[in-house]
């Protein structure tokens, strides 16, 4: 393993400033509650709206005809592959040993908080992502904030919301937004699980909140991981980091490849991939967070991928099937060069909320799972109570919990 080109800068600096911000804000609005959060929109964003947006002006959102079309396909796609996830998960009952029955039950939270981002982008899509996966995984009511622009949410956010299902929405963005889908301000309905994409505050407000509510995931700055070969075409793979750097100047963006003439162009292109986009975060985040690394083998470049764990991970090689079950550690996997991360962000159909900084480790992105809860339960005749009391008695003693065992033993004496 040699690197080309090494990140000069990581996206967890400065994180103690931001988690000091964080903390002080979050003690502002639990203590201020709806004053706190509109306090917040007016000093960050200029808003001085009432928070919520009317059922009217959500019933109204229109946007141009072809845009309509492209958001009902995405939503159809995410809709059919969120649906598909909800029937990979099913209840059940067994009876374990004669008269022990136990089962699971696949139960939906009531209330999500969605968080659409809408700073430098209106995330069209990730209305769509989060709330169209709430809603078909059966959640009772869904909340949703976006940030102001001009003091309204962008109109092609808003209609993607309604599309989605979305029950209410908050014209809010940042902390104040997360912590009003937390606290159930403006609308009365605490969210049981916050989800959704954001910058370092939002993501950090949604870590802080956590134990109060679930959260999906704590995400960072997005990330691309490109795994290419010497079949690899050089003008994609550098098109598809461009892509993704684009998102902000602290999205890393990384090539491990097996070829070094592929490498040397590949970098060699990204300047005026760059220049091209005229304004944009791209250089900034491939001249700190951009990285290239030679691997020897296909072996070792999916190790070194495994353990970079990439929120996205892009394969543009040969023999794709064994990538497939070779790599392990990733948000979401993207398979042969006609697979751009893009599709995956807007429209194709699995979901764009993704783990970031490693978290893929353990976890995948959002999905109908993360909002239902799978509950277990059992039932006991007689004869299996009277069965296992004197295992359990014994276990509890051995551990030292001697009202544990008596609660065993009363059984035994009772229906043996």
Request: net charge negative; glycine share 10%; hydrophobic share 40%.
């Amino acid at each position: 393993m040699r690197t080309l080109k090494e990140a000069t800068r990581r996206p967890t600096s400065g994180q103690e400033a931001v988690r000091s911000t964080v903390s002080e804000m979050l003690l502002r609005i639990e203590r201020d509650r709806e004053d706190g959060a509109l306090h917040y929109a007016r000093e960050l964003d200029g808003y001085t709206g009432t928070g919520i947006v009317s059922p009217a002006e959500l019933s109204g959102a229109r946007v141009d005809a072809p845009l309509a079309a492209d958001i009902a396909l995405a939503h159809q796609r995410i809709a059919d592959f969120a649906s598909l996830q909800r029937q990979s998960l099913h209840e059940f009952e067994v009876e374990l040993a004669p008269g022990l029955v136990a089962g699971q039950r696949c139960v939906a939270l009531e209330t999500a908080g969605c968080y659409v981002p809408g700073g430098r982008y209106a995330h069209v899509a990730s209305a769509l992502m989060s709330v169209t996966t709430a809603v078909v995984a059966g959640v009772d009511t869904v909340v949703a904030c976006s940030p102001p622009r001009e003091g309204a949410v962008h109109p092609g956010v808003l209609y993607a919301l309604r599309t989605a299902g979305v029950d209410e929405v908050m014209c809010l963005g940042g902390v104040q937004g997360v912590a009003s889908l937390a606290l159930g301000l403006f609308t009365g309905c605490e969210a049981d699980i916050l989800v959704g994409p954001g910058n370092r505050y939002v993501a950090e407000a949604k870590r802080q909140l956590f134990g109060r509510c679930g959260i999906d995931l704590y995400a960072g700055p997005t990330e691309i991981l490109v795994l290419a070969d010497s079949t690899a075409d050089p003008e994609l793979v550098a098109v598809d980091l461009v892509g993704q750097a684009e998102h902000g100047p602290d999205s890393p963006a990384i090539l491990v490849t097996t070829d070094e003439a592929l490498a040397m162009e590949v970098i060699g292109r990204m300047p005026s991939l760059i220049e091209q986009l005229g304004e944009s975060a791209a250089g900034a985040a491939w001249r700190d967070c951009g990285e290239v690394v030679l691997a020897e083998s296909r072996e070792e470049a999916a190790s070194i991928s495994d353990r970079y764990a990439p929120e996205h991970l892009e394969v543009h090689c040969q023999d794709l099937p064994w990538w497939l079950m070779r790599l392990r550690n990733y948000g979401s996997l993207f398979l042969g060069e006609e697979t751009t991360v893009a599709y995956g962000d807007k429209c194709s159909g699995p979901n764009h909320i993704l783990p970031t900084m490693g978290a893929g480790r353990y976890t995948g992105g959002l999905s109908v799972h993360k909002f239902i809860k799978t509950l277990t339960w059992q039932r006991m005749s007689a004869d299996a109570s009277a069965e296992l009391a004197p295992v359990c008695a014994r276990i509890s003693r051995l551990e030292g919990m001697e009202a544990h065992a008596r609660t065993a033993d009363i059984r035994a004496r009772k229906y043996s």
